[in-house]
Each structure stands twice: as C-alpha cells, then as structure tokens.
C-alpha cells in the first residue's frame, strides 16, 4: 500500500474517494428506524411513485456524489498542485542546498586544497630547510674534515721536511765524510804511486844495471863462443896451393843448438874469397867443425841458429 501510495497518489485518492461515496449512498438508501416487517403488497401506482423519488433520491445523489467527486477532484487538484508546488519547493530547495553543499563541499575541497598546498608548500620549505640545514652541516663536516686533512696533511709535510732535511744533513755529512775518504784515497793512492814509481824506477834501474850487466856478459859469452867457433873451424881448415896471405871472405852457416853444441845444416858464403880453392877449403872446414860450441844462456840461442861471420885464417 504504501508503495502504491509513494508511486501513484492520484489513484489512491480517487479509490479512497469512489469508497466513501458507495458508503454514503448505502447510508442513504438504509432504513434505520425500520424493524423487519412483513411488507405490504404493493400497488403499481404507488411503485411507481417510489420509484420515480428513488430516481430523484438517485440522480440527487449522483449529483451530490458527482458534486462531491469534482469537489474531491478540484481538491485533490489543489492539494497535488500544493504537493507539486511543495515538491518543487522542496526539490528547488533540496537543489539549492544540494548546490549550497556542493559549493560548500567545493569550497572545503579548495579550502583542504589549499590547507594541503599550504601543508605540501611548509612541507616542501621544511624539507628544503632540512636539507639546507643537513647540508651545510655535511658541508661544514666536510670542511672541518678537510681543514683537519690539511692540518695533518700539513704536520706529515712539516715532518717530511724536517724528515728529509735532517736525511739532507746526515747525506750532506756522509758526502763530506766519503768526500775526505776519497781524498785521503787519493792522497793515500798517489802516496803509495809515487811510492811504487820511486821503487818502480829504483827497479827499472837495478833491472837497466842487471840487463846492461847481462847485456855485457851475454855479449862477451857470444864473442867468446864466435872465437871459439872461429878457433874450431881454423883448426879444421886446411890451406890451399896458391893461397895468398890475408884472403878472407864472409860465411853464413845454418845450426841446429843443442845442449851446448850445435850442429852445422847448412854452409853459404856470402861472396867468393877469389879463389875457388880457398872457398871450398872454408865450406868443408865449417862442416869437418861440426858440432860446434855454443852457449847454452837461453838468450843467446837464437843468436847461434843462424850466424854470419868473416873468415880470415891470419
């Protein structure tokens, strides 16, 4: 009912109405005061009679009821034109405050947009001013860090310099202590070269002494061997007819040294003596001498290999 109601009051009205008009007309037509009673036979004429006032009793009351129905219709005209009137009334309300809310609900939503802008702005300034703030503190850490660096990296150069400088010193002092060194080196060294050249030339003297010594002594061993020699081969040498006094000629004879003699290989003269004779004569003498005497000083052995001397018997 009460969805039929909400959906279609004009209906509900108009049932409500059609409902109390049959009530009415039922009340009408009741006989209240009447007890049930055996009715009277009725007589057309006076049927007919009730009848016609039932027609007029009927057609009043249709009128009345048709009266009722336009008065119920014009009031209920009235009451939907006031329902339609309170229900726009009350929409345009219901819209106004619907817009009112809405502008509300917007100017909330600006206002909240703007308390969250604001909020997202201070937000935004905090955090710049804590990163700011957290900044400068790294910065100013890192500066006081880097002003300790350089303050230790500083005391580490101080110390290497005053390091360095005292390995400058001790250098320097060992380079004067090896450069005295060195000096008495040298001077060490030139004493002990002149030292050695004074007995080096004191040597190369007593040895000049010994050599010229032996020099003499070697020499006067080969002219005494070339006597001797000479002196042999004389012995061995037989004069020739037609031999003229004071004839001599030049010999270069070929020897193989042993131990104190040496053997004749080979017998040339230099040039003739003149006389056929007298050169055969000193060749086979030089052979028939053989071996001869020789010194046996190591230093006169190549002397005696090979000697050239001159023949001259007187």
């Not at 790294?138 to 005053?162: D, G, I, R, T, V």
């Not at 080196?185 to 002494?209: F, H, M, P, V």
């Amino acid at each position: 009912m009460l969805n039929i109601l909400r959906t279609n009051p004009q209906a509900f009205a108009f049932a409500v109405v059609v409902h109390l008009l049959l009530i009415a007309a039922l009340s009408f037509n009741v006989d209240w005061n009447s007890k049930h009673k055996l009715s009277a036979p009725k007589v057309d004429v006076i049927q007919a009679v009730m009848i016609d006032e039932s027609k007029i009793k009927a057609e009043e009351q249709k009128r009345k009821l048709e009266e009722e129905r336009r008065k119920q219709a014009e009031q209920e005209k009235k009451r939907k034109a006031e329902q339609d009137k309170k229900r726009k009334k009350a929409e345009a309300e219901k819209r106004q405050k619907q817009a009112e809310l809405k502008k509300k609900k917007e100017a909330e939503k600006k206002r909240k947009a703007e308390q969250e802008k604001k909020k997202q702005a201070e937000a935004k300034r905090k955090k710049i001013e804590a990163d700011k703030k957290r900044k400068q503190a790294e910065l100013k850490k890192k500066q006081e860090a880097e002003k300790k660096k350089q303050a230790e990296l500083k005391k580490k150069q101080e110390a290497e310099k005053k390091r360095l400088a005292e390995l400058e010193k001790k250098r320097k002092a060992e380079a004067e202590r090896l450069k005295k060194l060195e000096e008495q080196r040298k001077a060490e060294e030139q004493r002990r070269a002149e030292e050695d050249l004074i007995r080096q030339q004191q040597i190369a003297k007593e040895e000049a002494a010994m050599n010229a010594v032996r020099q003499r002594a070697l020499q006067a061993e080969l002219e005494h061997f070339k006597a001797l020699i000479a002196d042999r081969i004389k012995n061995k040498w037989f004069r020739p007819t037609n031999w003229r006094a004071g004839t001599s000629c030049p010999v270069t004879v070929r020897l193989v040294p042993g131990a104190g003699t040496a053997q004749v290989i080979d017998v040339r003269l230099v040039s003739s003596c003149g006389n056929p004779l007298f050169d055969r004569s000193v060749e086979n003498a030089v052979y028939s001498a053989s071996p001869l005497p020789i010194s046996t000083a190591p230093e006169l052995i190549d002397q005696f290999r090979e000697m050239t001397f001159n023949f001259k018997p007187e």
